[in-house]
């Protein structure tokens, strides 16, 4: 059976000639660790009901609450990533709530009953930290006023900028990552407010492949980061380092209810604008 690999843990088209880098790579570090049939490329699109419950997966990384909640007993671990992006702190990150420059918003609480713009519901990057980071200090069903699902971090500085919404939630290596690659996206926005830290999203692999293939596995994406010669591609993506995930809680990711936000699409919103 053929391996599969995928990375899904960033919707930034920018960032795949980077993630292809790294996957070359990350092959020859399995291939030299005696791997066999291995891609040769990433799988894109994703098909994420398929590749993250392939028992032929070998490497992918994923939302961190997507890991947990999403496709609970489906994914193994192998990997915390460690970020070069203000926000992060070792294998933690944070979501930013971004803003026009004009805007008159201060702090978060002068967000109230505003439009909100989100890449997803199960995203810990963006939602799920500030959703949980609210409820902590106030009502939800009294703070949130309309929700746009935009798909994207692009996507949602996109809406905020264009005034369809009038804050996005965006992980802050997206944040960096965008500012430094794509800055005319970020021009005239700021950021307002940072959440508490989440986990950030983890390299993982199939539950059916053995410990030490994970181990193997590790070692050969440690290697790749670690290499001199990938310095430009892992400066590109971000990426400091990688730790074992296994003594970290994934589990106890926020998981709150959802049933008190009105849900626009982003069409629907902008004709409403």
Known sequence: MHALAGFAAFELGFLRPAEDALWQAVRGELAARGFQHLPAKLTRPIDERRLWTHPALLLGQIDAYRFAQVFPHCLAAVAAPHYDAPGCTGPYYRAFVVVREEDQATAWTALEQRIAAVEGLDRLGSWRLFKAWVAASADPAAF???????GGPVESLVLVRSKAADYALVDCVSWAM????????AKGLRVVAETDPGLAPPFVASPMRDCDERRQIYAALAAAIADPENAAVVAKLRLKTVQPAETLAYDAEPRPVESTITLLSAARTQRET
């Open 144 to 150: 949130f006023g309309r929700v746009m699902i935009s």
């Open 178 to 185: 965008v500012r430094e690659h794509q800055p005319a996206v």
